[in-house]
């Protein structure tokens, strides 16, 4: 008997925009279900940068990914929201106030109203064509996310790309990492020029090599084990750089997956809002987040969160037809128990 889950919410994606949407949601006395591709919360924030610092969250001057995500658990803990994770939604029917959702490996969420907060989609890294690469793979000796700084401290770490990912993480582990070489296929950085200003002082100062202009080429070593780099020159000379680890940032492929097929308006693979509700083309589902497009859309974490608070008070005269809303401060109304 495949399992059934029935509630007033359906929020696809946990990163950190869908789980305040639970918390909006609850304010307005709405049960949620949160459902994720991934086996645990956080979306891309947690996956791709769990340490890194994000400056932009009000009232926070500096906070981790890793702590932003465990602050908005602490948030929504009141709600109690359902939770279907590392399993991912392929299909959608019904209309506003009785929507099924199909998940993947079985299993249906009945709700009223649907959420959409997929960021970019499904993601993945691109991944650098070298011979044996899956086996450094599965050893961890080559990365394409760092979820654990301190696992490479006194490591010889080559790190390839010329982005923002590729230089930050360079300068991040400039002082743990035993050797930290930059390897990019021209003198230039795409990074912001701040960040690439400082890479380049720490160049000069030897706590980093930047091998330019050289493109990977291959991998040394045996059974997962790595050895070396190799990299080659754009006249055909070719070098081996020591290393235990490789950290390849060549940025993601993303796919919206089924709910690129479900008939929702798209502009350039986002889905196309009214910015005053955010609804998609569809009644009663609304995007929030990386994955909705408006004219004046910023792709910031702070205005998802503004996001999640017009759809949930959107979404409330379709969970509750008849009834007027009385809108409230947190200050007055406090934290509403869930019945």
């Known amino acids: ?21 639970v918390f909006e949601c609850g304010m307005l006395r709405m049960r949620c279900v949160l459902i994720d591709a991934l086996a645990a919360p956080g979306g891309q924030c947690a996956a791709l ?34 939770r279907l994770f590392g ?36 993601f993945g890294p691109n991944r650098p064509p070298l011979s044996g690469l899956a086996a450094y793979e599965e050893t961890g000796a080559v990365r394409y996310f760092v979820t654990d700084r301190e696992a490479l401290r006194g490591k010889r770490v080559v790190i390839a790309g010329g982005g923002d990912s590729a230089v930050d993480w360079a300068l991040a582990l400039a002082s743990i990492a035993a050797e930290i070489s930059v390897v990019h296929r021209r003198e230039k950085f795409r990074a912001a020029p ?8 720490a160049a000069k ?11 990977l080429a291959g991998l040394a070593g045996s059974a997962g084990v790595l050895e070396a780099v190799e990299v080659a020159g754009f006249s055909g000379d070719k070098r081996l750089i020591p290393a235990d680890v490789l950290l390849a940032f060549f940025g993601l492929s993303t796919d919206l997956g089924p709910i690129a097929h479900w008939g929702l308006a798209l502009e350039r693979h986002q889905l196309a809002v009214d ?65």
Do not use: N, W
């Open 87 to 122: 399993r991912r939604v392929e299909s959608l029917t019904g209309v506003a106030g009785d929507f099924h959702l199909g998940i993947e490996g079985g299993g249906t969420v009945r709700a009223k109203a649907v959420i959409l907060a997929a960021g970019a989609g499904a």
């Open 49 to 82: 940068y769990p340490e890194k610092p994000i400056y932009d969250i009000p009232a926070h001057p500096a906070i981790s990914a890793t702590e932003l995500i465990a602050a908005l658990e602490r948030q929504i803990a009141p709600f109690s929201p359902a």
């Open 194 to 201: 701040e960040s690439a200003a400082r890479l380049a002082a």
């Open 275 to 339: 910015p005053g509700t955010c609804q998609t083309s569809y009644a009663g589902v609304f995007a929030i987040g990386d994955v909705a497009s408006y004219r004046g859309k910023l792709k910031l974490i702070l205005q998802g969160f503004s996001e999640a608070a017009l759809a949930a008070h959107a979404i409330h005269p379709i969970v509750f037809p008849g009834q007027a809303l009385h809108f409230e401060y947190s200050t007055t109304s406090g934290i509403p128990a869930l019945s």
């Open 1 to 21: 008997m495949q399992e059934e889950i029935a509630t007033d919410v359906a929020i696809v994606g946990a990163g950190p925009v869908g789980l305040f949407a």
């Open 205 to 215: 100062s030897g706590a980093l090599s930047l091998v330019v202009p050289y493109q």
